[in-house]
C-alpha cells in the first residue's frame, strides 16, 4: 500500500539533503507569511484607509512594518529560497551529496541571524527600511544578524561550488549537467556581488552601530549597497530562472528548446548583473553623469539575458503546447496545462513580468528616471518583478517540491490553483493603480500618506484600485499559506509520488556544441566579470574613498 505513516528519521533516511532542503525552504515561507501580511496594510494606506493606529503597540508605526515587510519578503525569503531550491537542485542534477554538516551549519546561520536581526526590528530599534541608508541608525544587533545571516549564503555557495568541483575531477571533460551548470554560476555572480554589502556593513555600518566610528559617509555606504542591490535582484530571479528553464518545459509538457542557450543566459548575467548599480543612484549627487550613463548602457546589456530567456521559454511553452494537440496561433497557449497550479503560477508570473521588465527599462533610462524615481511607479515596476515572477515562481515550485521533499501530498490542490489567480489578479490591479499614481500624480513611495488624506486628492480612482488589491491579496496570502503549512505539517506520507524532480529534456544539446563549451570556461567568465566590475565601480569607489564625508547616525522613528 503506498499510504503510510513514517516516522521522521526514515523518511529522510536515505537522502538527508531533503530535510535540510525543507527546512531551508520552509523558514523562508514564515518568513514570507509575516513580511506579506503587512502588504495589504501599505496598499491600504495607498488608499488612504490607515489600519496603523489598530496595531500598536504591536506595530509602533508605518515604517515599521514597511521595514519588516521588505527585509522579510526581499531579503530574507527570496535568500532562503535560493539556498534551499541552489543548493539542492544542483546536488541532484550531479547525483551528489552536499557536506551536510556544512548544511546545517548554513541553515543555523541563516536561523540565528535572522532571529538576532528580528529583535531590534521587532522592539522598533532598527526602523531603517530594507535598504538601511546612512545617516538612518539602527541598532548593531540588526547589522550583525543581517551579517551573520548573509554570510550563510556563502556556505551554501560554497558547498555548491565544492560539489561541482568533485564532479568535474570525477567526469573530466564532461560538460556540466545544466541545472549544476546554473547554480555555480548564480553563486558565483552572488560572491561577486555581495562583496559591495558585505563591505558596507562589516568594515563600516557595524562599527558605526557599536560606536567605535563617529560616522558613515551617505553616498559611500549607497554605492557599496547598490553595488549589491541590483546585482541581488537576479540573485532572488535567477533560481526561478532555473527552475523555468530546467522543470517547467517538462512540467507543461514539452522540452526545453535549448540547452546552450540557457548556459549563455546565465553567463550574461555573472558579467552583467553587478557593474550597473549606478541606475539607482541617478539623482545622487557627487557622482559624474558619465558614470552613470556607463552604467546606463550596461543596465541596457543586462536586460539582454531576460529577452532571450522570454524567447527561450516561450518556444518551449509552444513546444510544449503543440505536442499537446494546441494548434494555430494561440491554441497552442490555450493547450498549457493550465489547471497544474505550478505551471500555472510560472504562466501567471511571466505574464507579470512583462511590463514589470519594460518599466524596468524605463527605470535605466537616464532621463526618464527623473518622472519616475522615487514615486509609486517604482514599488509597482518590481512588484512584478519579485512579488510577481519569483514569489509565483517560488510558490508554485513549492506546489511539487514540498510533496517531494517530504512524500506527503499537496493538500487542497484546487486552492492551491485558486491562490494562483487571485494573487495574479491582486498584483495586477496594484502594480497597475501604483504605476500610474506614481507616474501621472507624483505620488511618493515610502510615504504614510493616509496619514495626509487631502494631500494626493487627485489620484483618488488609483486609490481604490490600491484598496481592492490589498483585499484580494490578503485572502490570497491566507489561502496560498493554508495549503503550504497545512501539506507540511500533516502526517499523511505517500511515496510512490513525486519521487523524482522532473528535469526536462533538451532539444538542442550541449555535448559537442560550442557555445556550450565556450561557456564551460566558467574561471575566465567570472574573470572577466570581475574586471568589468572594477572598470564600472573602481574609479568612483577610489574617489569617494579618498574623499570621505563622514556623518553622525539619526533615529527619524
Ligand atoms: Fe528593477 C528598481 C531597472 C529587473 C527589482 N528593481 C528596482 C527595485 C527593486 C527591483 C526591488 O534602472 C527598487 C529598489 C529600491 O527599493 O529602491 N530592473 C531594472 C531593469 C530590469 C529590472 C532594467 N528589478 C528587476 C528584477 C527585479 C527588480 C528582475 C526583482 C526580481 N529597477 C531598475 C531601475 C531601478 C529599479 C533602474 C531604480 C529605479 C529608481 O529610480 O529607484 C531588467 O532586468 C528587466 C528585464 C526584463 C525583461 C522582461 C522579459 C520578459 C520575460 C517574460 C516572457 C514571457 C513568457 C510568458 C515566457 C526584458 C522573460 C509566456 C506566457 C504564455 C502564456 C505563453
Ligand atoms: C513595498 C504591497 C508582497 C517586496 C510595498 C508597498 C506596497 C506593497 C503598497 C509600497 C510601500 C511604500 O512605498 O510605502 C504589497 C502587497 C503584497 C506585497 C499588497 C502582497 C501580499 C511583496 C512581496 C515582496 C515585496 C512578496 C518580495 C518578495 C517589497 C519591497 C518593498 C515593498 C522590497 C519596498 C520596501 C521599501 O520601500 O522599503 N509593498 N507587497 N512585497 N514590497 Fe510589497
Ligand atoms: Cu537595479
Redesign the pocket.
Known amino acids: 500500500m503506498a499510504v503510510r505513516t513514517l516516522s521522521r528519521p526514515d523518511a529522510y533516511a536515505g537522502a538527508p539533503e531533503k530535510k535540510v532542503t525543507l527546512y531551508l525552504l520552509m523558514l523562508g515561507f514564515v518568513a514570507?507569511l509575516v513580511?506579506?501580511?503587512?502588504?495589504?496594510?501599505?496598499?491600504l494606506?495607498?488608499a488612504n484607509i490607515d489600519l496603523y493606529p489598530f496595531l500598536r503597540p504591536l506595530v509602533q508605526s508605518?515604517y515599521q512594518g514597511?521595514?519588516l515587510?521588505?527585509v522579510l519578503?526581499?531579503?530574507v525569503?527570496?535568500q532562503l529560497f535560493a539556498q534551499a531550491v541552489l543548493l539542492y537542485l544542483p546536488a541532484r542534477s550531479l547525483g551528489l551529496r552536499p557536506n551536510m554538516t556544512w548544511a546545517w551549519i548554513s541553515w543555523w546561520m541563516a536561523f540565528v541571524g535572522l532571529a538576532v536581526a528580528a529583535v531590534p526590528l521587532l522592539g522598533n530599534a532598527a526602523t531603517v527600511?530594507?535598504?538601511f541608508y546612512p545617516p538612518l541608525k539602527g541598532h548593531w544587533a540588526f547589522y550583525v544578524g543581517a551579517a551573520v545571516f548573509v554570510l550563510s549564503s556563502w556556505v551554501t555557495g560554497s558547498l555548491v561550488l565544492e560539489m561541482w568541483l568533485r564532479w568535474k575531477r570525477a567526469n573530466p571533460g564532461r560538460v556540466t549537467p545544466l541545472p549544476a551548470y546554473m547554480s555555480v554560476v548564480h553563486w558565483l555572480m552572488w560572491f561577486l556581488a555581495s562583496l559591495g554589502l558585505v563591505v558596507e556593513v562589516a568594515v563600516f555600518l557595524i562599527p558605526w552601530s557599536f560606536g567605535w566610528i563617529e560616522g558613515v559617509d551617505p553616498l559611500l555606504a549607497r554605492t557599496l549597497f547598490w553595488y549589491t542591490g541590483h546585482a541581488i535582484v537576479y540573485f532572488?530571479l535567477l533560481p526561478v530562472y532555473v527552475i523555468a528553464y530546467t522543470v517547467l518545459p517538462r512540467q507543461a509538457g514539452g522540452k526545453l528548446v535549448s540547452d546552450p542557450l540557457a548556459r549563455v543566459v546565465f553567463l550574461l548575467f555573472l558579467l552583467f548583473s553587478t557593474p550597473v548599480g549606478f541606475h539607482h543612484q541617478f539623482s545622487d549627487p557627487g557622482i559624474p553623469d558619465f558614470w552613470k550613463w556607463v552604467h546606463t548602457v550596461l543596465t541596457m546589456m543586462v536586460a539582454l539575458p531576460s529577452l532571450l530567456t522570454a524567447f527561450t521559454i516561450a518556444a518551449s511553452l509552444e513546444v510544449a503546447g503543440r505536442a499537446r494537440g494546441g494548434r494555430g496561433l494561440i491554441g497552442w497557449v490555450t493547450a498549457l496545462p493550465w489547471n497544474n497550479p505550478s505551471v500555472l503560477a510560472f504562466l501567471l508570473g511571466f505574464i507579470l513580468f512583462i511590463p514589470g521588465g519594460a518599466g524596468g527599462m524605463v527605470n535605466a533610462s537616464f532621463t526618464l528616471n527623473q518622472g519616475v524615481h522615487n514615486t509609486?511607479w517604482?514599488?509597482g515596476h518590481?512588484?512584478m518583478q519579485?512579488?510577481g515572477l519569483?514569489?509565483m515562481g517560488a510558490m508554485g515550485a513549492a506546489f511539487w517540491l514540498v510533496p517531494h521533499l517530504t512524500g506527503k501530498p499537496l493538500v487542497r490542490p484546487g486552492l492551491a490553483w485558486a491562490s494562483m489567480w487571485l494573487?495574479f489578479i491582486?498584483?495586477f490591479i496594484?502594480t497597475f493603480a501604483?504605476h500610474w499614481m506614481g507616474f501621472l500624480h507624483g505620488v511618493?513611495?515610502?510615504?504614510?500618506?493616509a496619514e495626509v488624506p487631502e494631500a494626493y486628492a487627485g489620484a483618488g480612482p488609483w486609490m481604490v484600485l490600491?484598496a481592492i488589491?490589498?483585499v484580494i491579496?490578503?485572502a490570497?496570502?491566507l489561502f496560498f499559506f493554508y495549503v503550504i503549512f497545512a501539506t507540511a505539517l500533516q502526517r499523511r506520507r505517500d511515496f510512490s509520488e513525486h519521487q523524482e524532480i522532473p528535469f526536462a529534456e533538451a532539444i538542442s544539446k550541449p555535448e559537442g556544441n560550442p557555445l556550450a563549451l565556450l561557456a564551460e570556461r566558467v574561471w575566465l567568465w567570472f574573470a572577466v566579470a570581475a574586471g568589468l566590475v572594477l572598470v564600472a565601480y573602481g574609479p568612483m569607489l577610489v574617489e569617494m574613498l579618498a574623499n570621505l564625508n563622514p556623518v553622525p547616525g539619526v533615529r527619524l522613528w
Do not use: K
Open positions: 514570507l513580511g506579506s501580511l503587512f502588504g495589504p496594510l501599505q496598499a494606506n495607498y508605518y514597511l521595514t515587510h521588505g519578503n526581499a531579503i525569503f527570496t527600511l530594507y535598504t532572488w509609486t517604482i514599488s518590481f512588484h519579485v512579488a519569483v514569489a494573487w491582486g498584483m496594484m501604483l511618493p513611495r515610502r510615504s504614510y500618506i490600491n488589491s490589498g491579496l490578503f490570497c496570502i
